[in-house]
């Protein structure tokens, strides 16, 4: 069983950043890729961020594309969101996901095991 926890969101104004971290149990980490995603209340949820099982490799949506890096450490097995120059659209829950795979993907019914989400708010 793998368990995935979030940490880090807030409220920040228009602007600023924050970074979110997610922290991974119950199986090696260094095996699989992980992603991001985000949901707003009644959408769909959204890819936002992935990377692969080492780190050499990472994708993003283009909303964020500029403003976002995904990181991770293998030896905390944990994986990091920072978010810079962050808009009041880019308020959302941040989910952490984790595919059965090595590979990451950028839709959501990939991944297998999510976090409970943590709240990111923007305010202009």
């Known amino acids: 069983q793998v368990r995935l926890v979030e940490s880090g969101g807030g409220l920040v104004q228009a602007g600023g950043s924050l970074r979110l971290s997610c922290a991974a149990s119950g199986r090696t980490f260094a095996d699989y890729a992980m992603g991001w995603f985000r949901q707003a209340p009644g959408k769909e949820r959204e890819f936002v961020a992935a990377?692969?099982?080492?780190?050499?490799?990472?994708a993003y949506a283009d909303s964020v594309k500029g403003r976002f890096t995904i990181s991770r450490d293998n030896a905390k097995s944990t994986v990091y969101l920072q978010m810079n120059s962050l808009k009041p659209e880019d308020t959302n829950v941040y989910y952490c996901?984790?595919?059965?795979?090595?590979?990451?993907?950028?839709?959501?019914?990939?991944?297998?095991?999510w976090g409970q989400g943590t709240q990111v708010t923007v305010s202009s």
């Open positions: 996901a984790a595919p059965a795979s090595a590979t990451y993907y950028d839709f959501a019914t990939a991944y297998r095991y």
């Open positions: 990377i692969n099982w080492s780190g050499s490799s990472t």
